[in-house]
C-alpha cells in the first residue's frame, strides 16, 4: 500500500553516458549483492542473483568477455549471535550455509564462474591491503565514540548484538542499520535506546577508540562519480543525498573476534576486527581474482578489471586515463544496500587505486500477495520450497524478472505466477514454437528450402535490436520479454498466412511462410537463453542445431536453420489449478499459524496494558528531520477527482485509478482494494502528489500517488469544493 512516510526533494539527475557503448574489447565483470550465510534463500534473494544470471549471459551474448562472481558474506555479528545461540563456532555454522547456497543457486540455472566466501585466505589477504593502502594513504583516522556495553557480562555491542530506536526515523533498528525503517546506515553509538540482544538488559554507552575511514577526503570524488554512474535511476540519485553537505566518516572496526583481523599489528589491540561492509563487497574483486587464477590470465585477467592500467597511484587526481583504461564493473543489488555500494564502496576503492563501477542496477523488492515479504510473519516463498513444487526453474526466472522494470517492485503470488506460464510460456512461446516445429517437421523433414522473407528478417533485426539496447540501458524486464514478443508476431505471421491452407495448392508460399517460422523459432531460443536457459538449449536441441546455445552469437538469429529434424515436444507444460490451489492453502496456513503465536506471545506479555497506551504505539513518530519552505514549495500536491477505479488483476490490495486533475487526468495505482468499496470511489475528491516519479507495479504505469492516513488509507480531501487541479498549499 501506499503510505506518506517523508517528502523528499525530487532531484533532476545530472547523469551523462561517459563511457564507452558495451560492448567494449575490456572484459567486464557482474556481481550481486553477497548472500549472508545466516538462513535460507527465498523469492526475495532470488530476485537479485536471477536477475544478475540473466544479464551477465546478455552481456556475453552481445559479445562482451565476462565474467559473473560473488560470494557468500560469512562475518559480521548476526553469524556470531546466531552460531552461538546454537553453541557452535562461528566458521562451521556460516559455512553450512555456504555450501547450501553453493547448492541452490544452479538449481535456479543461476552459474556464477567463481563462487568464493569472505572468510577465505584470497578475500583476507586482499582486505588488509586495502586497508594498508588506506592507512599509507592516510585516509584511515581514529576516533573516539560511544560503544553500547552490556553491563552483565562487561563486553562491548558490536552491530546487531545491540537493538533499539532509529535516530532518524524511530522505528525499530539494529545496531548498524534501520532494517524497518529509513533503511538508513547508523553509525556505532547511534542507536537510541539500546538493549542488549544477548541477555535483553538495557546497554549503556562508553568510550573507545575505533578506526575509521575518512569519506570526507572523498566527497568531491564521490560527485562526480554519481554523474558518470550508469545503471538505475534509484541507485545514480538516491546518493546524492547522503552526500550532500558533511559526509560522515564510515567506522571500519568492531569489538570483537569474528571477522579479519584489522591489519596494523602496531595498534596492540586485541579481539578488534574490520567492519563486515569492508571485507564483503572486497570479495568482489577477490572471486574475480579466484576466477584468473583458475582460468589463466589469458582467457581472463581480473586486474584488466579491477586495477588502473599505467602507473596511476591512490590519492592522485581522477582523470580520463582512468575511465578509458579501466574494466567494465557492473553490480546488481537490492535497494537495501545501495549507500553502501554507491558510497562506501567507490571511496574503498579509489582510496586503494582500484577502478570505479561502471553501473549499480539495483533492484526492486519481493512482495507476497500484495503485502511485503516478511520472514519473520512467515510470508515468504521460500527457494526450497519453489523447488520441491517441481515446477521448472526457467519458469521462475522468467515470472520473476519480467514482473516489473529491475528497479520496482515484483509481487510473487502462485495465482499470478500459474496465469503468466500458462498464457505467455505456454500459450504463446511454447505453442509457436512447438507449432512451427511440429508442421515444419511432418510436411518436410525440418527447414523448407526457402529465404527468409523481408518482413520476418526486419521482425528478427527489430527483436535484436531491442536485445542490444536493453543490455546497454540495464533494462532486465525487457531483455525477459524480447523471446515472448517476437513469438507473439510468429503467432500472429503463421495465423495470418495460414500455411496449411497453402501445402497443397501454393507449396512454395507453404514453404516460406514455414521457413520464415522456424527462422523465428530459432531466433527466440537464442534471444531467450539469458532468461530461460535450460528451456532455450531444450530448443535448440529439438532444431538440431549443433553447438551450445549459450555460445551462439546474435548473428545467428539470421543463419538458416538445419534442413533436418525430428518431431518436437512441448516445451513448458500447464500449471494446473489444484496444484496452485494447494500452495496457496499452504502459504495462508502457515502465515495463520504464525499470526496466531505471535498474537498469544503479545497477550502474555502485555500484560494488563491499557488500550489507550497500546494506541498510542501505533502512532508513526514525528520526523526528526525538517525541510525547508523552498523544499515544500517543490512539492505538487493538487486536489483531484477519482473518475474510473478497476481491481487490478492478480493484484491483492492494487487498484487502477483514473483521476481528473483539472489539467490532465491521470493513472494512477493505489492499494486501496481491501480498504474501500472499488465500485464507489468514482467520485471521490483526493488529494494527488503529482511530481512522484512514476512507477510500475503489476505491469500498470502509476503516474502519481494518492495521499492517504494511516493502515486503513483514510483517503486525504479538502473541506470545500476546491477546483481540480488546484495546488495543495
Known amino acids: 500500500m501506499w503510505r506518506i512516510v517523508r517528502l523528499f526533494t525530487l532531484h533532476d539527475p545530472t547523469w551523462s553516458m561517459s563511457h564507452e557503448q558495451l560492448p567494449t574489447d575490456r572484459p567486464a565483470v557482474v556481481t550481486v549483492g553477497l548472500p549472508y550465510a545466516n538462513g535460507d534463500l527465498h523469492v526475495g534473494h532470488l530476485l537479485g542473483y536471477v536477475s544478475g544470471d540473466l544479464y551477465a549471459r546478455a552481456l556475453r551474448r552481445i559479445g562482451q568477455q565476462t565474467a559473473f562472481v560473488c560470494g557468500s558474506d560469512m562475518h559480521g555479528t548476526p553469524i556470531a ?47 588488509q591491503e586495502f586497508v594498508r593502502t588506506w592507512i599509507d594513504e592516510g585516509h584511515v583516522i581514529e576516533k573516539e565514540i560511544e560503544v553500547a556495553w552490556d553491563t552483565e557480562t562487561d563486553d562491548p555491542l558490536p552491530d546487531r548484538y545491540v537493538e533499539g530506536t532509529c535516530p532518524y526515523c524511530g522505528e525499530k533498528a539494529r545496531g548498524d542499520e534501520c532494517d524497518e525503517g529509513c533503511q538508513r546506515h547508523l553509525e556505532p553509538g547511534e542507536i537510541e535506546n539500546p538493549v542488549s540482544v544477548t541477555t535483553g538488559n538495557p546497554a549503556e554507552y562508553r568510550t573507545r577508540e575505533h578506526k575509521f575511514l575518512r569519506l570526507s577526503d572523498f566527497q568531491e570524488y564521490l560527485q562526480g562519480f554519481l554523474d558518470r554512474l550508469e545503471g538505475t535511476e534509484k541507485a545514480r540519485n538516491q546518493p546524492r543525498e547522503w552526500i550532500e553537505g558533511e559526509l560522515e566518516d564510515l567506522c571500519i572496526t568492531r569489538d570483537m573476534d569474528w571477522g579479519i583481523d584489522y591489519p596494523d599489528e602496531s595498534d596492540g589491540r586485541e579481539n578488534l576486527v574490520l567492519y563486515v561492509w569492508v571485507d564483503a563487497p572486497i570479495e568482489y574483486v577477490s572471486s574475480t581474482k579466484q576466477y584468473t587464477e583458475r582460468v589463466g590470465a589469458e582467457e581472463y585477467d581480473w586486474e584488466a578489471v579491477w586495477k588502473p592500467a599505467g602507473e596511476t597511484r591512490p590519492g592522485t587526481e581522477w582523470n580520463d586515463e582512468w575511465t578509458d583504461t579501466s574494466g567494465e564493473i557492473i553490480h546488481v543489488i537490492g535497494a537495501d544496500i545501495i549507500q553502501h555500494h554507491c558510497v562506501f564502496w567507490p571511496a574503498m576503492l579509489r582510496g586503494a ?86 508442421f515444419a517437421s511432418r510436411n518436410y523433414g525440418g527447414t523448407p528450402a526457402a529465404d527468409t522473407s523481408e518482413e520476418v528478417h526486419e521482425r528478427i533485426a527489430e527483436a535484436v535490436e531491442t536485445f542490444e539496447e536493453a543490455t546497454r540501458t540495464y533494462d532486465v524486464r525487457t531483455l525477459g520479454e524480447v523471446a515472448i514478443r517476437l513469438a507473439d508476431f510468429g503467432n500472429q505471421y503463421i495465423q495470418r498466412n495460414e500455411p496449411w491452407n497453402l501445402i497443397d495448392d501454393e507449396p512454395d508460399a507453404a514453404a516460406q511462410v514455414i521457413h520464415d517460422c522456424v527462422q523465428l523459432t530459432k531466433a527466440c531460443a537464442i534471444l531467450a537463453q539469458p532468461v530461460m536457459p535450460a528451456k532455450a538449449a531444450e530448443l535448440w536441441a529439438q532444431l538440431d542445431e549443433d553447438g551450445d546455445v549459450s555460445e551462439a552469437t546474435l548473428d545467428e538469429v539470421f543463419s538458416a536453420p538445419p534442413e533436418t529434424f525430428d518431431e518436437p515436444t512441448e516445451l513448458f507444460a500447464q500449471v494446473e489449478d489444484d496444484d496452485i490451489e494447494a500452495l496457496n492453502e499452504q502459504l495462508a496456513e502457515r502465515i495463520e499459524t504464525k499470526e496466531e503465536a505471535d498474537e498469544k506471545a503479545e497477550t502474555e506479555e502485555d500484560g494488563d496494558e491499557s488500550h489507550e497506551a497500546m494506541t498510542a504505539q501505533d502512532v508513526d513518530p514525528l520526523e526528526d528531520e525538517r525541510i525547508s519552505f523552498e523544499q515544500f514549495q517543490d512539492i505538487d500536491m493538487r486536489v483531484g477527482e477519482i473518475t474510473e477505479a478497476d481491481p487490478i488483476e492478480g493484484a491483492d490490495e492494487l487498484v487502477r485509478l483514473e483521476v481528473d486533475i483539472g489539467v490532465e487526468t491521470r493513472q494512477v495505482v493505489a492499494g486501496l482494494k481491501q480498504l474501500h468499496n472499488v465500485e464507489a470511489l468514482p467520485g471521490t475528491r483526493v488529494i494527488l502528489l503529482a511530481n512522484m516519479q512514476k512507477a510500475e507495479l503489476f505491469g500498470v504505469e502509476s503516474d502519481g500517488m494518492v495521499l492517504a492516513a494511516g493502515e486503513e488509507a483514510d483517503l486525504l480531501t479538502t473541506h470545500e469544493d476546491a477546483a481540480l487541479g488546484k495546488r495543495v498549499r
Open 353 to 438: 587505486g582500484y577502478n570505479e563501477p561502471r553501473a549499480v542496477v539495483a533492484t526492486g523488492f519481493v512482495g507476497i500477495n500484495g503485502k511485503s515479504l516478511s520472514t519473520s510473519r512467515n510470508r515468504a516463498i521460500w527457494a526450497r520450497e519453489y523447488l520441491d513444487t517441481g515446477f521448472h526453474p526457467d519458469l521462475f526466472r522468467y515470472y520473476i524478472t519480467t514482473g516489473s522494470g529491475v528497479e520496482h517492485d515484483v509481487d510473487f503470488s502462485w495465482d499470478r505466477f500459474a496465469e503468466r506460464v500458462n498464457g505467455e510460456l505456454v500459450g504463446n512461446l511454447g505453442n509457436f514454437c512447438y507449432r512451427a516445429l511440429l
Open 81 to 127: 549471535v546466531n552460531a552461538a545461540q546454537e553453541g557452535r563456532d562461528p566458521e562451521e555454522f556460516a559455512l553450512e550455509y555456504h555450501e547450501q547456497y553453493q547448492e541452490t543457486f544452479p538449481r535456479f540455472n543461476v552459474e556464477f564462474d567463481n563462487y568464493g566466501h569472505t572468510h577465505d585466505e584470497t578475500n583476507t589477504e586482499l582486505t
